[in-house]
């Protein structure tokens, strides 16, 4: 089979198409052939070299993939059946024609969607869901402040929030991004590159800050999130886009808030809890996703590349140009 791969660390300019042996499902497995899979962050850490896959997971990149069910390994308990139309997050291995899941990771693509749509949902989707309501406790009118907004976490998180009838407030770095926010419901938005994102908050809540924040930042915005956290407010930190380096009185100012700093990483839970998540999304979010449903979520695709442009996409990720999700489609 087809699979991005890349020899060694470095640039987009590494990656290229390879073929290598297509996997078979063990105990437990499904084999899934791959229709599209989805571009993260993680991707691009992962051909860097700064982000090594869990030990046992595929070492080709891809952390989601949508397609259709293609075999099944022995002790599969027949919930699933050749060419049913499926979704999941992965460790690994979601950028090759062909993936092997463990039955139980397996989701349902929800009815009249496309496997280019169903690819952008499981793993922005997931990590939304687990931080707000795994590790930060979301409760209605509360007020969340999503950096990142027009990502593909971003843009499933202001409508989980929605859903969950809080408040959702973002940043972003263009207009543009920001007016992509708001139809996906945020209530307020702020460009952190020319204004000060957290005056604009506490003058939007009224002074009295956020409960939560989801912050894939880290460095350059610790110093206004505390200033716009709300008392006994939340911090979620899922990523360091622009490290992790802290110089300041970052311990006293969180102690005169009372307020909590959480962090997370999806890829490294252990399978247990993974599995649990991904049981209650499907259970209180996925249907949602079908036509007729009020409120209708959307997976947003920013673009297309087929997997031969591999490298294109990882260029265009890396200048911050998408909105939404960047798809990959794997050959027919």
């Not at 497995?29 to 962050?41: C, M, P």
């Not at 929030?161 to 945020?186: F, S, Y």
Request: charged share 20%.
């Amino acid at each position: 089979m087809l699979a991005a791969y890349f020899d060694c660390p470095g640039g987009p300019e590494n990656l290229y198409v390879k073929e290598v042996m297509k996997p078979h499902p063990g105990e437990g497995e499904v084999l899934v052939k791959v229709s599209a899979s989805a571009l993260n962050r993680a991707d691009l850490l992962q051909r860097r070299g700064k982000y090594p896959p869990p030990k046992g997971a595929s070492d080709i990149l891809g952390l989601e993939a949508a397609g259709s069910v293609a075999g099944l390994g022995p002790g599969c308990k027949g919930r699933w059946k050749i060419g049913d139309a499926v979704m999941a997050l992965l460790s690994g291995g979601g950028q090759a024609e062909y993936v092997t899941v463990p039955e139980g990771y397996l989701m349902p693509v929800p009815n009249d969607m496309t496997f280019i749509q169903a690819a952008a949902i499981p793993e922005a989707w997931l990590t939304a869901f687990q931080l707000l309501h795994f590790v930060g406790k979301i409760q209605k009118g509360e007020r969340v402040l999503i950096h990142a907004g027009a990502s593909g976490v971003g843009m499933a998180a202001i409508q989980l929030v929605r859903l969950a009838k809080a408040i959702p407030i973002v940043t972003a770095g263009t207009q543009e991004k920001l007016k992509a926010t708001a139809n996906a419901g945020a209530a307020a938005g702020f460009n952190y590159k020319n204004e000060d994102f957290s005056k604009q908050v506490l003058a939007f809540t009224q002074g009295s800050g956020v409960d939560i924040i989801l912050d894939c930042v880290g460095h350059s915005h610790w110093e206004k999130n505390l200033n716009c956290l709300s008392t006994d407010g939340r911090w979620i930190i899922y990523g360091l886009l622009s490290g992790g380096e802290v110089h300041g009185d970052l311990l006293a100012r969180l102690l005169s808030k009372r307020a909590s700093i959480h962090t997370s990483l999806l890829r490294s839970r252990d399978k247990e809890a993974s599995n649990g998540y991904q049981q209650s999304f499907t259970a209180n979010v996925l249907p949602y996703f079908s036509g007729g449903t009020s409120p209708h979520l959307q997976p947003l695709v920013d673009s297309v590349y087929p997997l031969h442009e591999i490298a294109e996409a990882h260029r265009i990720m890396e200048e911050n140009k998408n909105i939404g999700k960047i798809v990959i489609e794997m050959p027919v």
